[in-house]
C-alpha cells in the first residue's frame, strides 16, 4: 500500500540545477525519516540526503552546501533541491522513507549532469 513516486530527474549542464520530488502515498512522511539517495553508473548506492520527523537533515559531504532536502507536509511530499551540479552528480536518484523497523523505496529517477 506504500507508494513512492520520484520525478524531477533529467539532463542538465554543470552548474546547473534540478529539483526533485518524491510523492508518497499509504505512509505520512511527517511522521517518517526520508532520505534519498543515488547510485552513479558502477558503483553502489549511497545516501545523499535525509530528513528526520522532527525535522532534522543530515547530508552527505560530496553535496554539502549544494543541495537541500525538504518536505510539504500538506502535500505529504519530499523534495532534493540540488544546485551547482557537477558531472559526479550523474546517477539514478532513489526516495526513501522509513516508518520503525520498515523502510520502502521509490522506482528512481535519472540525473545526468553532462560535462
Known amino acids: 500500500q506504500v507508494q513512492l513516486a520520484e520525478s524531477g530527474g533529467g539532463l542538465v549542464q554543470p552548474g546547473g540545477s534540478l529539483r526533485l520530488s518524491c510523492a508518497a502515498s499509504?505512509?505520512?512522511?511527517?511522521?517518517?525519516?526520508a532520505s534519498w539517495y543515488r547510485q552513479p553508473p558502477g558503483k553502489q548506492r549511497e545516501l545523499v540526503a535525509a530528513v528526520s520527523s522532527s525535522g532534522r537533515t543530515n547530508y552527505a559531504d560530496s553535496v554539502n552546501g549544494r543541495f537541500t532536502i525538504s518536505r510539504d507536509n500538506a502535500e505529504n511530499t519530499v523534495y532534493l533541491q540540488m544546485n551547482s551540479l557537477k558531472p559526479e552528480d550523474t546517477a539514478v536518484y532513489y526516495c526513501k522513507a522509513d516508518r520503525r523497523e520498515s523502510e520502502y523505496w521509490g522506482q528512481g529517477t535519472q540525473v545526468t549532469v553532462s560535462s
Open positions: 499509504g505512509i505520512i512522511i511527517r511522521f517518517s525519516t
